[in-house]
Nanobody, 121 residues
Framework: QVQVVESGGGLVQPGGSLGLSCAAS????????MAWYRQAPGKERELVAA???????NYEDSVKGRFTISRDTAKNTVYLQMNSLKPEDTAVYYC???????????????WGQGTQVTVSS
C-alpha cells in the first residue's frame, strides 16, 4: 500500500506565509508527478501547482509568483511554499502523487487526507 500524509496547514494573516509538506511512503518503486490541489467551500477541487520527476513546474494563474512547489526525490516528499497569502487562498489543500508500486507495471494516483489553510485577519 501507499500512504500520503500532508502537514503544515493552519491559520495565517493576509500577506503572511505558510509552508506545506507531503510525504509518500509504502511499497513505492518510483514517483512521477507530484501536485497540490485545493478545494474551497462550495467550489470544485482545482490544481494549484505540479512538479514532474524532472523538476518542471506549472502553477495555477492566481498563485504564480507567490507559491513555489519543490520536491525531494530521495524522501518522496513534495513541498508548497506559499507567500503573500490572500483570503481567497483559503481552502483545504490536498497532495496528489503518481506512484508506481513494486511489482505493479502501471502508475496510479494517491491522495492525502487534506490540510486546512485559512487566511484571515
Amino acid at each position: 500500500q501507499v500512504q500520503v500524509v500532508e502537514s503544515g496547514g493552519g491559520l495565517v494573516q493576509p500577506g503572511g506565509s505558510l509552508g506545506l509538506s507531503c510525504a509518500a511512503s509504502g511499497s513505492i518503486l518510483s514517483i512521477s508527478d507530484m501536485a497540490w490541489y485545493r478545494q474551497a467551500p462550495g467550489k470544485e477541487r482545482e490544481l494549484v501547482a505540479a512538479i514532474t520527476s524532472g523538476g518542471s513546474t506549472n502553477y495555477e494563474d492566481s498563485v504564480k509568483g507567490r507559491f513555489t512547489i519543490s520536491r525531494d526525490t530521495a524522501k518522496n516528499t513534495v513541498y508548497l511554499q506559499m507567500n503573500s497569502l490572500k483570503p481567497e487562498d483559503t481552502a483545504v489543500y490536498y497532495c496528489n502523487v503518481r506512484v508506481r508500486r513494486l511489482f505493479i507495471p502501471s502508475f496510479a494516483d494517491y491522495w492525502g487526507q487534506g490540510t486546512q489553510v485559512t487566511v484571515s485577519s
